[in-house]
Structures are given as structure tokens and as C-alpha cells.
T-cell receptor
Framework: QKEVEQNSGPLSVPEGAIASLNCTYS??????FFWYRQYSGKSPELIMS????GDKEDGRFTAQLNKASQYVSLLIRDSQPSDSATYLC????????FGKGTRLHILP | NAGVTQTPKFRILKIGQSMTLQCAQD?????MYWYRQDPGMGLKLIYY???????DKGEVPNGYNVSRSTTEDFPLRLELAAPSQTSVYFC??????????????FGPGTRLTVL
């Protein structure tokens, strides 16, 4: 059974600091990885996808993938109160499996 | 584009009743997914489809059925509703085939309560 693991948090980060979110996965054949943000009562919204080892940057967000360690992370620079949400990690091939999510709280 | 649409937004069912949750997308995406999310939890995959006429089980398929007769539509059927199926159901579509264009988008969700 494929699994995606995340620390449920909550993770509290001061405004303006870097928030670091981590995720591990059990399936070595997983090819595509996604990070989503979900506000309470809303549907998940895609932040970034990553497929190759290394870093991928988009604005204040950087995703990092290490396939050898089966590890994917998301860094949020200059954290804002509006970044307070649950962050979901997902991965797989045709079948995309989600972790349980990490609650992030940005302290003003 | 409307993106991914789901109907209804809310529904209350009695134990043993049946219903179909509708999902449609207008982005010509090849993949579609059904997930459920229980309070405070992540998303669990129910069924998915890689194209019209092709469906496969996810992590929690029991009690559900799907069909995909067109690229646009992917309905989810609950045959005999049980309280354990009380959840928020999300449909998603995904354009896969190239790493540069691999994206997955979610609908607004259907909140289902079984009493």
C-alpha cells in the first residue's frame, strides 16, 4: 500500500520567517509530487508540482525533491498570515495519494 | 472555463438510500479522481479514471461505484448509504502526459451527511 506521510503539526512560524514543510513517501515508482494549500471549509488548491530531483521555485515557494531519500519538502519564504492553512502533500503515478496534511500557523 | 464542477453542494441521506454525486470538467483533462475527506483528515482516494471507459479502485472503494462514459463526466454512485460515508467528497481532474503540464485541480466539494 502506497503511503504519504506528513507531520500533522500545528507548525507555528513567525511572520516574515521561512516555513518548512516535509513529506515522505513509500513508493519508489512515484513520479509526480504535488503540494496543495487548503483553507478550512475549502477545496485544495495547487501550489506547485515537482517531478525531478532538486529544487523548483515559484515566487515565495520552493519545492525540493530527493527521490533517493523518498522525501519532498516545501519552503515558504517571507511567511504571511494569509499562509496559515493546511498544506497537503500528494504523490504517485496514475494514482495520486495524499498525506494527512500539516497545519501551518503564521504568528503576526 | 468553469473548471471542475460538482453537484450537489450539500445532501442529507437516510441510511440505505442511494445517490449519485455529479462531477464534470471542461478542461479536456484525461484523468479524473474522487476523494473523500473526513474532519481533520487528509484526502482518501476512492476511485480514479485515466480516460473515458477506464476506471480503477483507489484506497477506499467499498460502498461506491463509478463510471466514465465521456471525458467530461465522472459520477460517483453510493448504493446503500451508511453513516461511515458521512464526509466531504472532492472530485479532481488532471492533465497528465507531460511533466510540464501535469496539474490536478479540485472541484468545490459535496458535503454529505448520512443519518
Amino acid at each position: 500500500q502506497k503511503e504519504v506521510e506528513q507531520n500533522s503539526g500545528p507548525l507555528s512560524v513567525p511572520e516574515g520567517a521561512i516555513a518548512s514543510l516535509n513529506c515522505t513517501y513509500s513508493d519508489r515508482v512515484s513520479q509526480s509530487f504535488f503540494w496543495y494549500r487548503q483553507y478550512s471549509g475549502k477545496s485544495p488548491e495547487l501550489i506547485m508540482s515537482i517531478y525531478s530531483n532538486g529544487d523548483k521555485e515559484d515566487g515565495r515557494f520552493t519545492a525540493q525533491l530527493n527521490k533517493a531519500s523518498q522525501y519532498v519538502s516545501l519552503l515558504i519564504r517571507d511567511s504571511q498570515p494569509s499562509d496559515s492553512a493546511t498544506y497537503l502533500c500528494a504523490g504517485g503515478g496514475d494514482k495520486i495519494i495524499f498525506g494527512k496534511g500539516t497545519r501551518l500557523h503564521i504568528l503576526p | 472555463n468553469a473548471g471542475v464542477t460538482q453537484t450537489p453542494k450539500f445532501r442529507i441521506l437516510k441510511i440505505g438510500q442511494s445517490m449519485t454525486l455529479q462531477c464534470a470538467q471542461d478542461m479536456n483533462h484525461n484523468y479524473m479522481y474522487w476523494y473523500r475527506q473526513d474532519p481533520g483528515m487528509g484526502l482518501k482516494l476512492i476511485y480514479y479514471s485515466v480516460g473515458a471507459g477506464i476506471t480503477d479502485k483507489g484506497e477506499v472503494p467499498n460502498g461506491y461505484n463509478v463510471s466514465r462514459s465521456t471525458t467530461e463526466d465522472f459520477p460517483l454512485r453510493l448504493e446503500l448509504a451508511a453513516p461511515s460515508q458521512t464526509s466531504v467528497y472532492f472530485c479532481a481532474s488532471r492533465l497528465s502526459g507531460s511533466y510540464r503540464t501535469d496539474t490536478q485541480y479540485f472541484g468545490p466539494g459535496t458535503r454529505l451527511t448520512v443519518l
